[in-house]
T-cell receptor, first 109, second 112 residues
Framework: AQRVTQPEKLLSVFKGAPVELKCNYSYSGSPELFWYVQYSRQRLQLLLR??SRESIKGFTADLNKGETSFHLKKPFAQEEDSAMYYCALVPGGSYIPTFGRGTSLIVHP | SQTIHQWPATLVQPVGSPLSLECTVE??????LYWYRQAAGRGLQLLFYSVGIGQISSEVPQNLSASRPQDRQFILSSKKLLLSDSGFYLCAWRDEENDGYTFGSGTRLTVV
């Protein structure tokens, strides 16, 4: 069975510092990978999909199949980035997402 | 437009009482639907998913059940709640248009 690991429960940085939220996965096939974000008192929402290779709110994520990782990065963190971030994997041919345990990002002024 | 509605937003129920949480989707047909439970430090745990009316798959054994009486309606139920059923329950659907998963606003259930 597939597994998603987010090794950090909490990541605390200062405004303007670079941010990297780690996501490692175990799955033998070709997965779909996503990052979801949940701001305080808001619903969980899609941030990035690996297939679109887009940058949203300054965040990017690259799928590294060799290292089975999908880390989320932003060069300069902003206070409004403070939120809970979840990495999710969907096995190829499936529509059942598996989520990591989440990383709480706190950006200090 | 496509939206997902989930209610109630909060619920306080005594141990042993029944539960019914409802989720409806608008603007799409035959969606894949999901129930997750979100717990601090434990992420999102998939409880049930459905690919069509009357088709329910359970991911974990528990005190809960799910039903899909209509195409765009997904219900989470329990006959007798336990204290351990307390949590934050999220409904979601596979959003083909945006190639992702869209979540409802959630229900905070407290069993007392």
């Amino acid at each position: 069975a597939q597994r998603v690991t987010q090794p950090e429960k909490l990541l605390s940085v200062f405004k303007g510092a670079p941010v990297e939220l780690k996501c490692n996965y175990s799955y033998s096939g070709s997965p779909e990978l996503f990052w979801y974000v949940q701001y305080s008192r808001q619903r969980l929402q899609l941030l990035l999909r690996h297939i679109s290779r887009e940058s949203i709110k300054g965040f990017t994520a690259d799928l590294n199949k060799g290292e089975t990782s999908f880390h989320l990065k932003k060069p300069f963190a902003q206070e409004e980035d403070s939120a809970m971030y979840y990495c999710a994997l969907v096995p190829g041919g499936s529509y059942i997402p598996t989520f990591g345990r989440g990383t709480s990002l706190i950006v200090h002024p | 437009s496509q939206t997902i509605h989930q209610w109630p937003a909060t619920l306080v129920q005594p141990v042993g009482s029944p539960l019914s949480l409802e989720c409806t989707v608008e603007g799409t047909s035959n969606p894949n639907l999901y129930w997750y439970r979100q717990a601090a430090g434990r992420g999102l745990q998939l409880l049930f998913y459905s690919v069509g009316i009357g088709q329910i798959s359970s991911e974990v054994p528990q005190n809960l059940s799910a039903s899909r009486p209509q195409d765009r309606q997904f219900i989470l139920s329990s006959k007798k709640l336990l204290l351990s059923d307390s949590g934050f329950y999220l409904c979601a659907w596979r959003d083909e248009e945006n190639d992702g998963y869209t979540f409802g606003s959630g229900t905070r259930l407290t069993v007392v």
